[in-house]
């Protein structure tokens, strides 16, 4: 059970590489201000007083109660590194930050609106629940020990605390995780265009843990038969639209099961020998579906002025549009293909 579950929280992070040196840190100031006996903490709502520089630094790595600091260095040494290492160092810290300083204004708003008693913070538990939350808001579909849903995690650790932390105010961890679920993909995506600009170009990268590309899939190249495209050739001279298209095509989810990658694959080998230059009828012609091709490619294809069955058998040949233009440039279209549509045949002619 407890290997099941560590390896569902090594899941909710990433095998990004370099080292968890935001957890660390935070340990390490947590480790300190409790070994040189430093307290620190914010009095918040009616009556309280007004936090001094000091107090609002330190009140999130001070700890009151022995319980509070064991309770804080063993669920950050748990959790931390699978956050740090799934969003990065700069913006696991930038998160940290982020929380601490919202989450006391927000607590004590609502304490003036009820006229409840003033209450001390101190900790880094609320912190950190508001960032389990916002892990377990991209992990929704997952579950932990196969019958708990992720997005009830946050919940659980809100009673741990209630039980463990007496002290701590409850109504504060539960802003937390309202804090925590504003935390979306577009607000972490941001923090992550930041770290892009250079916030950590002065750090060594094996340092921290650098923010990583959305991985994608491979695209298939023939480099065999794929010249370079000609730029004399007529059709060229307004060539900002077909590569603006080649941009778009990227973009396109490649989706294929491994039968049809089979398939095509052995299509596109048949199609590429009947490319080459041999005698005429010395090869069976190859049946090409006009199916087997991408609809909105050979669409662009035809609004270039290329014809229909050339552009058919080019897409098949090379499955990419930039490919399929150069074949198409240097009449490299033979007649050993024959394009079917709707039962028909017609040959594709040079």
């Given at each position: 059970m407890l290997d099941h579950l560590f390896s569902t929280w090594m899941w909710f992070g990433s095998n990004r590489p370099g080292y968890c040196s935001g957890t660390f840190l935070i340990v390490i100031l947590i480790l300190s201000t409790w070994l040189c006996g430093i307290h620190a903490s914010l009095s918040l709502g009616p009556g309280g007083e007004f936090p001094g520089f000091y107090d609002f630094i330190f009140y999130v790595f001070s700890n009151e109660e022995l319980a509070s600091f064991l309770y804080n260095i063993t669920l950050l040494l748990w959790v931390?590194?699978?956050?740090?290492?799934?969003?990065?160092?700069?913006?696991?810290?930038?998160?940290?930050?982020?929380?601490?300083?919202?989450?006391?204004?927000?607590?004590?708003?609502?304490?003036?609106v009820t006229g409840d008693e003033a209450s001390r913070v101190s900790?880094?538990?609320?912190?950190?629940?508001?960032?389990?939350?916002?892990?377990?808001?991209q992990v929704k579909q997952r579950r932990v020990l196969r019958f708990v849903p992720v997005w009830f995690l946050p919940w659980l650790v809100?009673?741990?605390?209630?039980?463990?932390?007496?002290?701590?105010?409850?109504?504060?961890?539960?802003?937390?995780?309202?804090?925590?679920?504003?935390?979306?993909?577009?607000f972490i995506e941001m923090l992550e265009q930041i770290e892009r600009l250079g916030a950590c170009a002065c750090l060594p990268k094996w340092a921290y843990i650098p923010v990583t590309s959305h991985p994608h899939l491979p695209v298939?190249?023939?480099?065999?038969?794929?010249?370079?495209?000609?730029?004399?050739?007529?059709?060229?001279?307004?060539?900002?639209?077909?590569?603006?298209?080649?941009?778009?095509?990227?973009?396109?989810?490649?989706l294929a099961t491994d039968?049809?990658?089979?398939?095509?694959?052995?299509?596109r080998a048949g199609i590429l020998a009947s490319l080459h230059d041999i005698p005429e009828g010395a090869a069976d012609k190859v049946e090409v579906p006009k199916s087997s091709v991408s609809s909105l490619r050979l669409q662009q294809l035809e609004k270039m002025g290329f014809p229909t069955e050339k552009a058919v058998v080019a897409l098949a040949a090379t499955g990419q549009l930039d490919g399929a233009i150069s074949l198409l440039i240097d009449?490299?279209?033979?007649?050993?293909?024959?394009?079917?549509?709707?039962?028909?045949?017609?040959s594709s002619s040079s």
């Open positions: 931390g590194p699978c956050q740090e290492r799934r969003w990065g160092t700069f913006v696991f810290l930038a998160l940290s930050f982020i929380s601490s300083v919202l989450l006391p204004p927000i607590y004590a708003l609502f304490l003036f900790g880094y538990s609320a912190t950190h629940l508001a960032l389990l939350t916002a892990q377990c808001r809100l009673l741990l605390d209630i039980f463990l932390l007496p002290s701590a105010p409850g109504l504060l961890h539960f802003y937390a995780i309202c804090l925590g679920l504003n935390y979306n993909n577009e298939y190249h023939n480099t065999s038969i794929r010249p370079e495209p000609s730029t004399s050739r007529s059709q060229l001279e307004d060539h900002s639209a077909w590569q603006h298209s080649v941009s778009e095509w990227h973009h396109e989810p490649l039968s049809q990658l089979l398939e095509e694959q052995m299509l009449d490299q279209i033979g007649e050993e293909a024959v394009v079917i549509s709707k039962g028909k045949k017609s």
